[in-house]
């Protein structure tokens, strides 16, 4: 695995980079996760998926960098078959699992502002948890399936891969014909666990923006309006970013890494600083928690 081949001089830098952004992403994601399991005021539903997207966000990270801080401390850029493909398997999951919690969210705000009466019974502590144990029983059931299928293929182009980790753009560089699994696999994940649930998100906006414009008050507007655009923002710059970062040639290999850097490690951070740090109850319970 040679991410920066020809870097040597940067590799310092780039050695203090990750670690920096691994380190400040799982303090702030960290920090959203105990403040909100310590005040008992964000014992919510929305508070309670956005501690699952902070729980998301830190195994992101987790799953990518500690290899590549290895690999380029040691400079032993051997990676064998069943530590790349465990990579994928973790990394696949907690993808998956942050499409679903977007999707999630946005139906939060759905209900929370076109159903308000009916909120806390249709996101009871119930079914909240019922969500939750969905939304990772499908992540970790989907990348079986998918590592599955990447397996059945075989591989015979050149055992390099440049990037900062094993990806499946990367790793299809590797083989020689794609399995008819995998086709179905990778277009089953597309419409179900993207599509789908993106043109979902979509619709619910329509309705919610629908319900905003009907609002008496410019402050009742502008209250709910401000617990959209923080969503909205997100599902912008990660979907945004990982098309973006597909849509690259094979042959730009450096446009390639720079977009999986901002998906995988820059957008951890962004989460929690657009969602959660903006938001005025975790702020206030943040300054109470560092007064203790």
């Not at 891969?161 to 299809?172: A, G, R, V, W, Y």
């Not at 951890?268 to 903006?278: A, D, E, G, R, T």
Request: glycine share 2%.
């Amino acid at each position: 695995m040679l991410p920066f081949s020809g870097e040597t001089r940067s590799k310092p830098f780039i050695t203090a980079f990750f670690l920096l952004i691994y380190v400040v992403g799982v303090l702030i994601n960290s920090s959203i996760i105990t403040v909100i399991c310590l005040e008992v005021q964000l014992h919510k539903p929305m508070y309670l998926f956005i501690c699952h997207l902070s729980i998301v966000d830190i195994l992101y990270t987790s799953v990518l960098v500690p290899k590549l801080l290895h690999m380029l401390l040691s400079g032993n850029h051997i990676v064998s078959f069943s530590q790349c493909y465990t990579q994928l398997y973790f990394f696949s999951s907690v993808a998956t699992a942050e499409q679903i919690l977007l999707f999630v969210l946005a139906y939060d705000r759905y209900v929370a502002i076109c159903l308000p009466l009916h909120y806390h019974q249709i996101l009871s502590y119930r079914n909240c948890s019922l969500i939750t144990i969905g939304i990772w029983t499908v992540a970790f059931l989907n990348s079986v399936m998918f590592v599955t299928s990447v397996l059945n293929m075989s591989s015979c182009h050149s055992n390099v891969i440049h990037q900062f980790f094993c990806d499946p753009k990367s790793l299809t560089k590797t083989i020689c014909r794609t399995s008819q699994l995998f086709i179905v696999v990778t277009f089953t994940e597309i419409l179900t666990l993207a599509f789908i649930p993106l043109m979902c998100t979509f619709i619910s906006y329509v309705q919610i923006f629908s319900v905003i414009s009907k609002m008496k008050t410019k402050e009742s507007r502008k209250k709910s309006f401000s617990t959209c655009s923080s969503h909205i923002t997100i599902i912008t710059i990660y979907y945004g970013a990982g098309v973006i970062g597909y849509l690259i040639p094979p042959y730009y290999e450096v446009l390639d890494i720079i977009f999986n850097t901002i998906y995988s490690n820059i957008i951890p951070i962004i989460n929690p600083v657009i969602y959660s740090l903006q938001n005025s109850n975790i702020q206030s319970a943040l300054l109470r928690l560092a007064r203790r």
